[in-house]
């Protein structure tokens, strides 16, 4: 007899955990109580796993973060990934945002809901129910484990994903299982009929299988349009670079580009909403709540912090290389081009300095040209047969940060004019990229 694949193991361990219900309400005679836990447990184990998931998603998603975002857009729109040891599959820096936001606002608020949705059921939890529910929420959140092991990344599933097409499930799953207490789950506790607890099993086994045909199908619903699918997300390209070594390089200094970042980190919690942040700690010493304003002190800090962060990996590693007419941003920690520039594809030059510049004789030029660089945001994914390709090649506008010789970059670049800026101009440095 075959053995079954990766990706039917997956499915069959989808279909065990599953079963969880059907067996806890049949022959341990679970209570209503119970039931909903258990599906409450659900849904935290497949919220537990997805995070798990979206570091490894090989896809780029549509419409997402633009390169505008200065908390996340740069580090969102890095090529590479990091080789892991064992057999995990390569891990993608672009996907930390998506993790970040999931683990710190969508797990907790979809727990949140979850808990209160299942509040609102008018649970008497004991020592036996809650005891039934540690047990009926251990095998869902093994079998949710095998699911992700053997069909994630056994059977490759993790080429197929973006880190927002990952966040589908949990979040169909939660409708669907608050839906279902929330319209039944105050008559289930007061009745406890057995066959009543048999059909509301019923359903949602229903809704398990069609959700894992709809995974198979082309039909796409509300939810798929919202977080996008295997058919909807890019399929990265490299970016091609230029035979030969290249002509000139440069790349900031290290003293220069973590000064850059805890610059970038300190201008950003004054010049944007995060200075909303200092102002409630203000209101809170003037009233007299000096200990209490450490709070939003804190989170603009961890603001500060991301922001920080996020510009030192998406720029500190970062070296330009001259090919003759071709520019390309090179990370050398990735060892991945991130983006390249063709001489005859640039409109306009400039250089300026910002403060960093200022304080080591650095200057930054920008390299303009006729791409519009605004980000694609739509309210709902495009139709697959719409789905956008990967724009690695395109001559997207190019800033070079902190050179020491600004005109030794258009000499190597192929002599083209540089217009002087304003010495005390201020830009938010940009360097265009995407996935790989």
Known sequence: MRPPSPRDSGVLAVLASNAVAPVGVLFLGWSPTVLFGVFVAEIAAVLCWTLVKIPFAAKRPNNAIGDGDRLFGALQAKRGSVSLPGPLPPCYPRNVPTFLIAAFLLVPVELGVAFGTFSLTGPVVTDEVAGQILLGGASVFVGRGVETVTGYFAAGGYRDHSARSVLLPPFKLLFAVGLLMFVVGPFAVEIENDAFLVALVGLKLLYDLRALQLERSEKRGIFYRL??????EIEPVPVEVPAGAPTYRTTPARVVALSDAVYRSLRYTVTSGVLWCYGVAAALVVFGAGTLALAPLTLAGAFGTVRGAS??????????????????????????????????????????????????????????????????????????????????????????????????????????????????????????????
């Open 227 to 232: 977080y996008g699918s295997e058919e909807t």
């Open 311 to 436: 510009r030192c990996l998406a720029y500190g590693p970062v070296e330009f290389r001259c090919y003759g007419d071709v520019l390309v941003a090179h990370d050398v920690l990735l060892d991945e081009p991130q983006a390249r520039l063709e001489r005859g594809a640039v409109t306009d030059i400039s250089v300026s300095t910002d403060a960093v510049d200022r304080l080591f004789g650095t200057e930054t030029i920008r390299f303009e040209t006729g791409i519009d660089t605004g980000p694609d945001v739509q309210l709902t994914v495009p139709d697959p047969e719409e789905v956008n390709t990967d724009d690695a090649n395109a001559n997207h506008p190019m800033t070079v940060p902190h050179v020491e010789d600004a005109m030794a970059v258009r000499d190597a670049f192929g002599g083209v004019d540089v217009a002087e800026a304003e010495p005390e101009t201020e830009v938010e440095t940009t360097v265009p990229s995407g996935d790989d």
